[in-house]
Every structure is written in structure tokens, then in C-alpha cells.
């Protein structure tokens, strides 16, 4: 009887020893079902250890992570995009990968492109996982409807072709938008969306100067052109509308013939709708490419252990296939998902001129984006500035000045 | 000299009031104190240094149009919410203040917004504005008027928030206004019946000149609470796709901004006691007028 105590005894204090709960936190709740599906297998694999995952929208997320990382009560693995991941790695709340992870990232696994993303000071600190990357989505459908032989390729035939897929009502307001463009919306969205149409001027909410430091990048024709491009959209052509439902949810319903956005939209659509008829296409010049990484807190095996386990080829390809993120190990052979899926081949086989740039990781990147997101908001809709260049340039003007003196309160401001 | 008695007493009451005054100072005092320090440092979240910079994060609220556009929205906001849900409350009061078979019923229908969580509470009103699918935009149909953009447009936007805090906090007030009502002497009104005034003629001279006192009490409580506006706009309408964003920005949700996505807890915090002053100069000046009308 006293032997079989000590036994219970024993097995239970063992149980409680061996026992070991990794969290993993995420600002993508679509990610969640990656994670469970990765997490099911490694408990299985490894008793004793439990996965617990949290994702929360993005911007509450970050919050979240901001004020957890200092206190010590943030979870195990972080799930962060380099850009705001740069602050809390400079900062020294992240800690350096481990030698033998370290070397992983560095191998051939990866892009050069993400491996300076992940690292700081020539340390990796972050894991890459997958990548947010634009590309035109559009209703084939519609464009069949309009004549439209094909996506636009050029920044004249997106306008065009913009006019001439928006539907109107008697009164001319669209009920259907040729080309749906992110014109509301807290948060640095709004800009890193005009960046990229910005982009394909040759422009930049930020460039790097040559003494290694920072100035806007959009006080210029590129700044003007888009700025316009979007005035006139709203304004002039009524293509577009504040209030007309755009973007991945408006693509879905039909009340938007084209529109710039993630691969994870193609996920979206496969469960929301599935009968859609529509394809995606490069963009004119480059598009946005935002990795986001795996980061490690504190010094946990385990946790190590997960996010290597992770990265193998069948989840990247599960990852790629039912969450629509594109994955960012290159030594993947992801053919079965281009033939399951052709809409992602416009995210995957980028042509070596078709240029990716990101959010630098500078530290009041997020702010910079965020007050000149505000200011564009008030843009878009703002009258007065159609046909009125001076008015546009004075708008910059005013924005690029903010900017700089962003950059120059956090002592990055460049000649 | 104190009696020992009297002794006794002071120190039972000190004693007795001991626990609060600890929580209230742990709670309230010190960390205002703090704030009111880290307003007047370069106090970056996560950087080790947090450098001494003076006055420079005042100086640069008052140059800031973020700040600024907050400071009105949350004043309009504060404002309007008190010019809405006052007389309405005060409306509801009077003619629930006579007890009738429903009395009950109306009173708990129109306090339970109060106790109506603020999350779920501002969902349900986002779905009643939506511009497309919104019955609002139904109901004004029938009228002839055309669909509003209810949270999109910016002028909209914040007469919704408006809407949306006068009716969660009526029932409030009309609890505080019934109580008042039912205090006032039964005998007024019947030496005002006797000498033939209407109830409107009542209700100016008898029952508005009594609860003056909590008029403004109302009033100065609504207003406070105003000015910490931030869950419903942040529901409502910020930081989503399709919400106006900046235009219904306010003093808490900039200060949350600042504070912990920018990193800026030394700006974020001159921002709070200049919301401190603001509350604090309001509620004074009000019962500064209080104290002299009663």
C-alpha cells in the first residue's frame, strides 16, 4: 500500500516536472489553424509538452506585446513582422538565436532579402516564416464583361481600366468599384497600401540617404502622381468610394472588380467564396514584401524546438495551401500548390526585376506611417485638390515636414 | 484639550478609513505623481535612457495637429454627450415619476445600457449605423432620406459616438434624477395645483429649481466621464478598414497611441495631465457654480 503511494506519489511530482506549456502568440488570427496543426503533431511527438496559442488582431497584438516584452510575461514564440520587431530586438528584449538556428536561417534555406530582416548587428534574432506580398487580385469575370483582354500593366491601363469596370447608380455614385483602394482605416495600413501604388512611380514613404540615415522619400513627381491617382479615383471619377464595401470582403461579395493586396486573400476566398472567378497578376514596377518571423523569448529548448519543427517543407506547404501566407523557405518545392492553386504563382515566381522593397527597420517607422496615413485619409476626399497640383504639392509639403522631423526627434534624419 | 473619548473616536475613524486611503494613494496619487514626472522625460518604453527634456513634450502638444484634433473631438464629444443625454434623462425622470402599472418595467429598460458591458454594448451599434446592412439607415429611409455613412463620414462619425454614450449613459442619469424628483415635497406641487398651474408651470418653477443642485451634479459627472471617451470610438471606429480613424480620434486613444505603439510614454503622459487639468478645472469651475446657486 506504502509502495504504491510513494509510486503515485512519484509519478504525479514526475508528471508535473516533465510537464511544459510553450505559448505562442500571434497577430494574424489565421494563423491559428497553422499553428494547432503544427502543435497537434509535436505534442504528439513530444508528451508532456502542451502548445498553447493566442492570436489577437493585429494593432492589439502589438500593444499586447509591447507592454508584456518588458515585464517578462509575454508568451514563448512571438509571431512579429521585422519592422516592429526591429525596436524590441534594439531595445534587448528579444534575445539572439541560438548558434546551431542561427546558422539554419543563414544557409540556403533563405533569401539574403530575409536573413538581413531577421538579423541585427550581425546576430539573428528572428526565424522567417512567411511574408506579406502584394499582388493585383482581379474578377475575370468582370474583365471578361468589359472587354478587358487581360490585368493591366501598366499605371495609365490601371486607371482605364478602373473607369471602365466601375458600375454606377442613376445618380453616378459607384455601386460597384473598378479598382477598390484602401481610403479609411486607423493604423499605418492606409500608408503602407499608398506606398505601394506610390511604388510603381519610383517613390517612398522613407529612403535611405548617404550618410546611412533617413528622409522622406515622397515629396517629389512619384509623391504627386500618386497622390493624384487616388484624388482622381475618389473624387473625379467616382471609381471608388469611403463607403462602398472594397477590399478582400468587397472582392468576395462582387462590389469591386480589382483591388492590391497579401496572398493570404486567396485563403480567404477559398472559404468565403469559393466560386469566385479571378486571378492575380504582378504589378507594373515591384510590390511590398513584409517578412514576418519567428522570435524566441527567452532561452526555452522547447520553444526552439517548435518553431524549428515548424519550418519543415509539409507545413510550409500546409501553410501556403490553407492559410494563403506565402512561406518563406525558397528550398520548398511548391509546385503542388501552384497546380492546386494558379493564383499564387504571381506571389511565387517573382521575375528578378520585378522589385521587392519592405518597411525599413527603423524605429519610428510605425509613427511615420501612421501621421501620414492620417493626413492621406483627409487627402483622398478632399475636393479641392482635384486638378490642383499646387494643392497636392502643398499636402506633401506639409506631410514630408512631419515626417522629417520624426526622423530628426529619433536622430535618424539624413542629409 | 480632546476628551479621550474624542481621541478615541479620531483614531477609530482613521483607522477605519487606513485601508482605503493606502489603495487610493497606491492606486490613484502615486502613480499620477509618476506620470506627472515621466511627462517631463524623453521616457521611451523599452530604451534604458530616459533622458530629462523640461517642458519640450508640452511644447510639442501644442504644436501637434494629432493632439490638437483630439483635444476638440473629445471636447465636442464630452460636450455633446451632456447636451444630449441631460434633458433626455431629465425628460424620462419626470414622466416616470409618477408611479403607474409599468414604472418598473421602464426604469430597468432604460438603465440597462448602464449595465450593459461597453464592448458587446458599441457592436450592437455598429451593426445598427453600417451603412449598408444598418436598419438606422432603414428607418430613415422611410422618411425619404437618403443611406448616411454613419462612421464614415467624420462629422457623422462622432455625432454617432455622441448617440451611442447619451444612451448608454441615460439610464444613469435618470435614476439620479428620479431619486431627486421623488425627494421633493409632495406639498409644493399641491399648493401649485391649488393655485391652477399647468404642468408645465410645475415643472419650470417647482421641479427644475429643486434639482438644480442636481442638475449640475449631473452634469459635472457626465462630463468627467466624457472626457475619458475612448472604448466606443475605439470599437466604433478606429482601427479598422472602413472607420474615419483620425477624424474621431480623442485624447485617451492618442494617448494610448503614443504610449504604447509609439513607445512615447513621456509624450503619452503630458498628454494625461493635461486631460487631468482639463477634468479637474471642469469639475471645480462647476462646483464653484454649484456651491453659489445652492
New interface residues.
Given amino acids: 500500500m506504502t509502495k504504491r503511494f510513494i509510486t503515485l506519489i512519484l509519478t504525479a511530482l514526475l508528471g508535473v516536472s516533465f510537464a511544459q506549456t510553450i505559448t505562442v502568440w500571434s497577430g494574424f488570427p489565421e494563423m491559428e489553424a497553422f499553428y494547432r496543426y503544427v502543435a497537434d503533431d509535436f505534442e504528439a511527438e513530444n508528451p508532456g509538452v502542451t502548445i498553447e496559442i493566442l492570436t489577437q488582431p493585429l494593432?492589439d497584438f502589438?500593444?499586447k506585446v509591447?507592454?508584456a516584452?518588458?515585464s517578462n510575461s509575454a508568451a514563448d514564440i512571438l509571431e512579429i513582422s521585422s519592422s516592429f520587431a526591429a525596436?524590441?530586438v534594439q531595445?534587448?528584449?528579444i534575445p539572439a538565436l541560438p548558434d546551431n538556428l542561427a546558422e539554419y536561417v543563414r544557409s540556403e534555406a533563405y533569401n539574403d532579402f530575409f536573413v538581413e530582416n531577421a538579423s541585427f548587428d550581425g546576430n539573428v534574432y528572428g526565424v522567417p516564416l512567411f511574408r506579406g506580398q502584394g499582388a493585383l487580385f482581379y474578377n475575370t469575370a468582370m474583365f471578361e464583361e468589359a472587354g478587358l483582354p487581360g490585368p493591366p500593366q501598366t499605371m495609365e491601363e490601371y486607371i482605364d481600366y478602373a473607369n471602365q469596370l466601375t458600375v454606377r447608380d442613376d445618380s453616378g455614385n459607384p455601386t460597384r468599384s473598378g479598382w477598390s483602394l484602401?481610403l479609411?482605416?486607423?493604423?499605418s495600413?492606409?500608408a503602407e497600401k499608398f506606398w505601394t501604388i506610390m511604388h510603381q512611380y519610383g517613390g517612398s514613404i522613407v529612403e535611405q540617404t548617404a550618410d546611412g540615415l533617413w528622409k522622406n522619400g515622397y515629396n517629389n513627381e512619384a509623391g504627386q502622381q500618386a497622390v493624384q491617382l487616388y484624388v482622381d479615383l475618389v473624387n473625379k471619377d467616382n471609381v471608388v468610394t469611403?463607403?462602398l464595401?472594397g477590399?478582400a470582403e468587397g472582392f468576395e461579395l462582387g462590389t469591386t472588380a480589382m483591388f492590391i493586396r497579401e496572398s493570404w486573400v486567396i485563403g480567404d476566398i477559398a472559404s468565403k467564396a469559393p466560386d469566385l472567378e479571378y486571378d492575380t497578376a504582378l504589378l507594373p514596377e515591384g510590390t511590398i514584401a513584409l517578412p514576418v518571423n519567428l522570435y524566441v523569448t527567452n532561452d526555452n529548448s522547447e520553444a526552439y524546438a517548435f518553431v524549428e519543427y515548424a519550418l519543415k517543407p509539409e507545413y510550409q506547404l500546409w501553410l501556403f495551401e490553407n492559410v494563403g501566407w506565402l512561406p518563406n523557405r525558397q528550398d520548398v518545392d511548391y509546385t503542388p500548390v501552384i497546380e492546386a492553386i494558379p493564383q499564387v504563382e504571381a506571389f511565387l515566381n517573382v521575375p528578378e526585376e520585378h522589385n521587392l522593397f519592405t518597411v525599413p527597420p527603423i524605429?519610428?517607422i510605425?509613427?511615420i506611417q501612421?501621421?501620414f496615413?492620417?493626413r492621406l485619409?483627409?487627402a483622398y476626399t478632399d475636393e479641392s485638390l482635384v486638378d490642383n497640383p499646387e494643392g497636392i504639392a502643398e499636402f506633401l509639403a506639409e506631410a514630408a515636414a512631419e515626417t522629417d522631423a520624426i526622423l530628426e526627434r529619433a536622430g535618424l534624419l539624413g542629409e | 484639550m480632546t476628551s479621550p473619548i474624542t481621541r478615541k473616536r479620531w483614531f477609530f475613524a482613521y483607522a477605519a478609513l487606513a485601508p482605503i486611503l493606502a489603495i487610493y494613494l497606491f492606486v490613484r496619487i502615486i502613480p499620477i505623481g509618476r506620470t506627472f514626472l515621466m511627462s517631463f522625460r524623453n521616457w521611451d518604453l523599452i530604451a534604458l535612457n530616459k533622458p530629462f527634456i523640461g517642458m519640450a513634450n508640452y511644447l510639442e502638444l501644442l504644436k501637434d495637429p494629432s493632439f490638437q484634433t483630439s483635444l476638440v473631438n473629445t471636447t465636442v464629444i464630452a460636450f455633446g454627450i451632456v447636451i444630449l443625454s441631460v434633458p433626455a434623462a431629465l425628460l424620462v425622470a419626470v414622466l416616470l415619476s409618477r408611479p403607474r402599472k409599468l414604472s418598473a418595467f421602464y426604469e430597468t429598460a432604460y438603465f440597462l445600457p448602464v449595465v450593459t458591458s461597453m464592448v458587446p454594448a458599441t457592436l450592437a451599434w455598429k451593426w445598427i449605423l453600417d451603412a449598408d446592412l444598418g436598419p438606422l439607415n432603414q428607418f430613415i429611409g422611410f422618411f425619404g432620406m437618403s443611406p448616411k455613412a454613419w462612421l464614415i463620414e467624420p462629422g457623422l462619425a462622432i455625432f454617432s459616438i455622441i448617440l451611442l454614450s447619451a444612451w448608454k449613459v441615460l439610464g444613469y442619469n435618470m435614476i439620479i434624477f428620479l431619486v431627486g424628483i421623488r425627494n421633493i415635497p409632495a406639498t409644493y406641487y399641491e399648493a401649485a395645483t391649488i393655485d391652477g398651474a399647468t404642468n408645465l408651470q410645475r415643472f419650470r418653477y417647482i421641479t427644475l429649481p429643486q434639482l438644480r443642485p442636481i442638475l449640475l451634479f449631473v452634469s459635472v459627472i457626465t462630463v468627467i466621464q466624457s472626457y475619458n471617451v475612448y472604448t466606443q470610438v475605439y470599437v466604433l471606429a478606429s482601427d479598422a478598414q472602413g472607420a474615419p480613424g483620425y477624424v474621431v480620434r480623442v485624447l485617451v486613444y492618442d494617448m494610448i497611441e503614443n504610449g504604447f505603439r509609439f513607445f512615447r510614454m513621456g509624450y503619452a503622459s503630458a498628454e494625461a495631465m493635461v486631460l487631468l487639468l482639463i477634468v479637474m478645472t471642469l469639475t471645480l469651475l462647476q462646483f464653484a457654480f454649484l456651491r453659489e446657486r445652492t
Fill in positions: 494593432r502589438e500593444r509591447t507592454v516584452l518588458p525596436r524590441l531595445g534587448g528584449l484602401r479609411t482605416g486607423g493604423g495600413g492606409v469611403p463607403e464595401k477590399d524605429a519610428p510605425d509613427e501612421t501621421r496615413a492620417e485619409v483627409q
